[in-house]
C-alpha cells in the first residue's frame, strides 16, 4: 500500500510539501490544519504604535499583511523577519526585507539583529497568543519595544474530530509539523488513542525539540 502522510499546516501551504513528501516516496495526504489563524482588529492605539516603530519583527507569516496594509503612504519600517517564506510574504505586500534570521529560534534571531543593528531603535513585535515575551525582555532595556497579540492561533473541535477518526483508521505512515503547537495539539489527540507507531517529521529545530522532549523521535525535513 502507498505510503501516507498527515499534513497539519494550514491548507493554502500545504502544496510544497506534498511535492517534497511525494519524492520521499508517499503517495497519499492527509490534510488536517491542526493551527489555524483568526486575525484580530487592528485598533487606531496599535495603528499608531506600528507607524511610530522603526523596525517591524515578523517571526510568522500571519500577521505579516495585517500590519503592512496599515502602514502610512510612504513609510518604509525597517523590517525584520524569521524564515524566507515569512520574507516573500513581506515582498509580495510591496515592502522590502532588512534582515533575515540566520536561524529560526527566537534566540538566535534576537543574537544576530543585535550583531548587525545598534540599540536604542522602536520595535514594534506582531505575535499570537501563544507566544512569549521573550524578544521583549531581551531587547526591551535598550529598545523601545511594543509585543502586541494580533491574531490567535486556535485548535478547531472539529479539526480535533477529524484527527480523532483519522488516527483510528489506521491509514497512516508519518505525520509532519511545522510548530512546537501544532505538535503539541497532535499529542493531546494522540494520547488518548492506541498510539499505532508513526514517523514524526519536523520542519526545524525548535519543533524537533518539542517533539524529543515528549519522548519521541522526530526526523528533520526543512524547506
Known amino acids: ?59 510568522s507569516q500571519a500577521p505579516v499583511a495585517s500590519v503592512l496594509a496599515v502602514i502610512e503612504k510612504g513609510r518604509r519600517p525597517l523590517i525584520a ?4 517564506k515569512t520574507g516573500e510574504v513581506v515582498r509580495s505586500c ?42 521583549e525582555e531581551l531587547l526591551g532595556s535598550e529598545n523601545d519595544v511594543t509585543g502586541s497579540v494580533l491574531y490567535h492561533n486556535v485548535f478547531l473541535e472539529e479539526r480535533k474530530a477529524e484527527l480523532t477518526e483519522l488516527l483510528k483508521m489506521d491509514e497512516l505512515s508519518a505525520v509532519y509539523f511545522a510548530s512546537p503547537s501544532a505538535w503539541k495539539r497532535f499529542l493531546s489527540v494522540y494520547n488518548k488513542t492506541e498510539k ?9 529545530d525548535t519543533t524537533k525539540k518539542a517533539i524529543n522532549d515528549s519522548g519521541y523521535e522526530a526526523v528533520l525535513f526543512r524547506p
Open 81 to 84: 523577519v524569521i524564515g524566507k
Open 1 to 59: 500500500m502507498t505510503k501516507a502522510i498527515l499534513l497539519t499546516r494550514p491548507l493554502a501551504m500545504n502544496g510544497a510539501d506534498q511535492i517534497r513528501f511525494r519524492a520521499q516516496g508517499f503517495g497519499r495526504f492527509y490534510e488536517i490544519p491542526l493551527c489555524e489563524i483568526k486575525q484580530l482588529p487592528i485598533t487606531e492605539t496599535i495603528k499608531n504604535k506600528i507607524n511610530a516603530a522603526e523596525w517591524l519583527f515578523f517571526t
Open 94 to 135: 510591496g515592502f522590502e526585507v532588512a534582515f533575515v534570521s540566520p536561524q529560526e529560534t527566537k534566540k538566535q534571531f534576537v543574537s544576530a539583529w543585535q550583531e548587525k543593528f545598534p540599540t536604542g531603535t522602536s520595535i514594534f513585535y506582531p505575535k499570537s497568543q501563544l507566544a512569549d515575551d521573550y524578544i
Open 196 to 204: 499505532k507507531t508513526l514517523v514524526f517529521f519536523a520542519i526545524g
